[in-house]
């Protein structure tokens, strides 16, 4: 079974403080995307990585691709009670091209 | 237009009822997906349209069956519906091809009775 484990699964915060969310797999990935979820909604894009070190930027989140694309990182600088919610990575498998969902990771950032 | 919408938003039936959930995307997308998502967990897949013919179906009992009219709509038909069903039904689109993410429907909340 192909996985993708986010680490922290919770993790509780205060206003201002900084954060790193992790993605990890045993199996490459030829993308990832990642995806932030409020209570009774969809999730929502946040970021596509598709090479290997690659990092991009959304104003306070940074993202980065492991360079041998089998992880994946999310940083929030300053977290705000607006980045509460949960946060989800997701990729397709190279070798047998299946979209897989991240265990997820419940952020609750505190006024 | 960059958004996946579903109808209805809550919808509540009975065990031997009948009931259609409906989506709809014109972003010119060819892969459409439904997804069950359980409280606190990530969404599981269901079943995957690519060109308007269903690619990948995830063992999914026949008690939901999907349809895509055309590349724009989606539907899903529920029948005989168990309590345990009662979930965030989501619907996304993407481009085919595996550097694409998704653009997923806000859901529809059922509750089976």
């Known amino acids: 079974t192909q996985l993708l484990e986010q680490s922290p699964q919770f993790l509780s915060i205060q206003e201002g403080e900084n954060l790193t969310v992790y993605c990890n797999s045993s199996?490459?990935?030829?993308?990832l995307q990642w995806y932030r979820q409020e209570p009774g909604e969809g999730p929502v894009l946040l970021v596509t990585?598709?090479?290997?070190?690659e990092v991009k930027k959304l104003k306070r989140l940074t993202f980065q691709f492991g360079d041998a694309r089998k992880d994946s990182s999310l940083h929030i600088t300053a977290a705000q009670p607006g980045d509460t919610g949960l946060y989800l990575c997701?990729?397709?498998?190279?070798?047998?091209?299946?979209?897989?969902f991240g265990t997820g990771t419940r952020l609750k950032v505190l006024a | 237009d960059t958004e996946v919408t579903q109808t209805p938003k809550h919808l509540v039936m009975g065990m031997t009822n009948k009931k259609s959930l409906k989506c709809e995307q014109h972003?010119?997308?060819?892969?459409m997906y439904w997804y069950k998502q359980k409280a606190k967990k990530p969404p599981e897949l269901m079943f995957v349209?690519?060109?308007?013919?269903?690619?990948i179906n995830e063992s999914v009992p026949s008690r939901f069956s999907p349809e895509c009219p055309n590349s724009s709509l989606l539907n899903l038909h529920l029948h005989a519906l168990q309590p345990e069903d009662s979930a965030l039904y989501l619907c996304?689109?993407?481009?085919?091809?595996?550097?694409?993410?998704?653009?997923f429907g806000s859901g529809t909340r059922l509750t089976v009775v």
């Open positions: 996304a689109s993407s481009q085919v091809g595996r550097y694409y993410g998704y653009t």
């Open positions: 199996s490459v990935f030829s993308s």
């Open positions: 990585v598709v090479t290997g070190g």
């Open positions: 997701a990729g397709t498998t190279s070798g047998t091209y299946k979209y897989i």
């Open positions: 972003m010119g997308h060819r892969a």
């Open positions: 349209y690519s060109y308007e013919k269903l690619s």
